[in-house]
């Protein structure tokens, strides 16, 4: 029986009751391990404080695991003072309860963990905590300190004071098998699965109002950027359109206008209405040399372009600067309702050298 059985993590007897996290956390090392598991009886035996029926046989001594060739003679207690075991008693609830669900940590785990709990301002991870959620075995007894052999049980199984450690704030420690193990550095982001299951959100050195301002920067800067594409992409979609005045307009009647020229619809549709003894015509205001708006000129009776001076006179006939020709006049017709109709998009031009269309019919209304 006792061939079968092994001690494992567990102390040798004389050894004092279990509790129920300590037990699962052997029955995990165990299996891990592929060392038989305890037995109900094994286990009522251990929360109990009394020896196990196989120990009774002159068993117990464990020799297939490392923790049982590492382990120092039983004291006087009979505990041995480092490893999950031991540190029973010791152990947080909060570890004790992740022993418990029997999952193996990472390192990486255990250095975000131990982030957090400086974050927090919380109580480091003792050796033996982290030890036992490595899932490894226990100190050695050279590597780590132990309670003198003479000591009393009592104090064998009170939790381990955590040494006091190098002044390194900016590196985590971790401690395994009673040595130091460095991080030299932040432990990855990320890159542990452990961490969320250890209800850890992330990793790393604490943010600083400074580190906070750069990244609400940087984020405004990758937002705006962003929103300017995206307005940009639908602005693609919409329509170009040039919004132009209709071409066909009414400007009322023709005893609205006395002789000469009448210039109160040129910033509205860019023509003067011209009366004459006999005619009434409509000139677009666009000087024939490179097309620019002349002015009306009342005190000296002409146009006069700003652009290259030429001078047309009040029936828009050129007799001045570089203008080839006389200003177009717009299609006319009276309305049904008696107003005139003026049709920009009809034209009636005078060509240099050319016979002049300012008599066709449309180019001017008979008053
Ligand atoms: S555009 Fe009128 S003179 Fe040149």
């Not at 022993?99 to 990486?108: E, I, Y």
Request: with cysteine; glycine share 8%; net charge positive.
């Amino acid at each position: 029986m006792a061939d079968e059985k092994t001690l494992g993590r567990l102390p040798k007897w004389p050894r004092k009751a279990l509790n129920n996290s300590v037990i699962a956390a052997e029955q995990a090392y165990r299996r891990r391990s592929g060392l038989p598991l305890l037995s109900d009886e094994d286990i009522e035996a251990l929360k109990g404080g009394v020896q196990m029926a196989w120990e009774k046989d002159g068993g117990g001594v464990a020799t297939s695991t490392p923790m049982a060739t590492a382990a120092p003679p039983a004291t006087a207690g009979g505990i041995v003072p480092t490893g999950p075991a031991a540190a029973s008693g010791g152990f947080s609830p909060e570890v004790e309860k992740w022993l418990a669900a029997g999952k193996k940590w990472s390192k990486s785990a255990i250095a975000a963990e131990q982030a957090r709990r400086k974050r927090n301002n919380l109580a480091p991870l003792t050796d033996a905590e982290v030890t036992a959620l490595l899932g490894e075995p226990a100190a050695s007894p050279a590597a780590a300190p132990t309670t003198a052999p003479t000591a009393a049980a009592a104090a064998a199984t009170a939790r381990p004071a955590p040494a006091p450690k190098p002044a390194l704030p900016s590196v985590p420690q971790i401690a395994r098998g009673g040595t130091a193990t460095r991080y030299v550095g932040t432990p990855a982001v990320g890159t542990s699965k452990a961490a969320p299951a250890g209800g850890i959100a992330g990793v790393g050195p604490d943010d600083t109002p400074v580190d906070q301002r750069r990244r609400r920067l940087v984020w405004s800067a990758v937002v705006a950027f962003l929103g300017t594409w995206l307005i940009a992409f639908f602005r693609f979609f919409l329509p170009r359109t040039l919004f132009e005045p209709n071409s066909v307009f009414k400007i009322g009647y023709p005893s609205d206008y006395a002789l000469g020229v009448d210039t109160k619809f040129q910033q509205k549709y860019r023509i003067w209405v011209d009366r004459t003894p006999d005619r009434l015509f409509v000139i677009y205001a666009r000087c024939t040399h490179l097309g620019c708006t002349p002015d009306w000129k009342p005190s000296e009776n002409k146009f006069k372009c700003p652009c290259h001076g030429s001078g047309y006179d009040s029936e828009g006939i050129n007799f001045e600067g570089p203008a080839p020709r006389p200003m177009d006049r717009a299609h006319l017709e009276i309305a049904a309702d008696g107003q005139i109709q003026v049709d920009v998009s009809k034209l009636y031009s005078w060509p240099k050298g050319q016979p002049t269309h300012f008599d066709d019919d449309g180019a001017f209304l008979k008053v």
